[in-house]
C-alpha cells in the first residue's frame, strides 16, 4: 500500500554507509525549501516522541550485555515498528506531509531475514502485519562494502555504538549481501541504489537530486 496523501521516504544500507548523516543533510536542506512546513523526519528503531517504541529501541540497541534470539529480535523490531507507524508515520502522511525515515521494513529483511537467517518471507510476513500493509512511496538504499563501513565506524568517534556493531564481519558481509539481493530483485522506482563510497557533498548530491524529482512528481510539479 503506497497511495499515501503525503510522501513517505525511507533511507537504508549497511552500517557505516552514512545514512543517518545524509537523512539530516536532506531534512536541513528541504526545510529551506517552500517544503519545509510538510517535512518530518523521524528514525527506526523507535520513533520521534513515541515512549513505546523507544523503550523497544533500549531493549534491540543500548543493551550490550543483552543476548536476543534471532526470532525475539526480528518481532521487536516489528512490534517497534508497528508502534511507530500507528504513532508518527500514518497520522503524518495521512497529513500530506512529507516523511524521512532513518531504517524500515527493509532492514529486518535484510539483517533478520536474510543475515540472521530467518528467511525474508517469513520477516516480511510478520512485519506486513505490523505495518498494515504501508509501504514508502521511495526507498534509497546506501551501498557501501563491509570493510569500508566497518572503518568509517570505528572513525566516527559521534556515533551511537550499539549491540548491532558488534557483530562479527562476517554478518555485516551478510547484510551487504542481503541489501544487494533486493536491490537486483527489486530494481524498480520504489528502490533506488546509492554508491555511499562516495564522499558526503557527492552522496548528498545523488540523494537529493533523487528525493526533490520524486517530490515534485508527487504533488504535480
Not at 47 to 68: F, H, P, S, T
Not at 167 to 174: C, D, F, R, V
Not at 193 to 205: G, N, W
Request: aromatic share 8%; net charge neutral; with cysteine.
Amino acid at each position: 500500500m503506497t497511495n499515501n496523501k503525503g510522501l513517505f521516504i525511507t533511507f537504508e544500507g549497511p552500517d557505516g554507509s552514512g545514512k543517518s548523516t545524509i537523512i539530516s543533510l536532506v531534512y536541513d536542506k528541504l526545510k529551506q525549501t517552500k517544503y519545509g512546513t510538510k517535512v518530518v523526519l523521524t528514525r527506526e528503531p523507535g520513533g520521534k516522541n513515541n515512549v513505546i517504541a523507544e523503550d523497544i529501541r533500549n531493549i534491540l540497541l543500548n543493551k550490550l550485555d543483552y543476548k536476543i534470539s534471532g526470532r525475539a529480535e526480528a518481532l521487536l523490531f516489528a512490534a517497534s515498528r508497528a508502534q511507530h507507524v500507528q504513532d508518527f508515520i500514518k497520522p503524518n502522511l495521512d497529513n500530506d506531509k512529507i516523511v524521512l525515515c532513518d531504517r524500515y521494513i527493509h532492514s529486518s529483511l535484510v539483517y533478520q531475514g536474510y543475515a540472521r537467517g530467518l528467511g525474508i518471507k517469513e520477516v516480511w510476513d510478520i512485519n506486513n502485519f505490523g505495518i498494515n500493509g504501508l509501504l514508502p512511496n521511495i526507498t534509497l538504499i546506501l551501498m557501501v562494502s563491509p570493510d569500508a563501513g566497518l572503518e568509517r565506524i570505528k572513525a566516527n568517534e559521534l556515533r551511537e555504538f550499539n549491540r548491532l556493531d558488534q557483530e562479527k564481519l562476517s554478518l555485516h558481509q551478510k547484510v551487504y549481501e542481503g541489501y544487494r539481493k533486493i536491490i537486483d530483485e527489486n530494481r524498480n522506482k520504489t528502490i533506488v541504489e546509492i554508491d555511499a563510497s562516495k564522499t558526503i557533498q557527492e552522496v548528498f548530491a545523488d540523494v537529493y537530486s533523487v528525493i526533490i524529482q520524486k517530490i515534485q512528481e508527487h504533488y504535480g510539479e
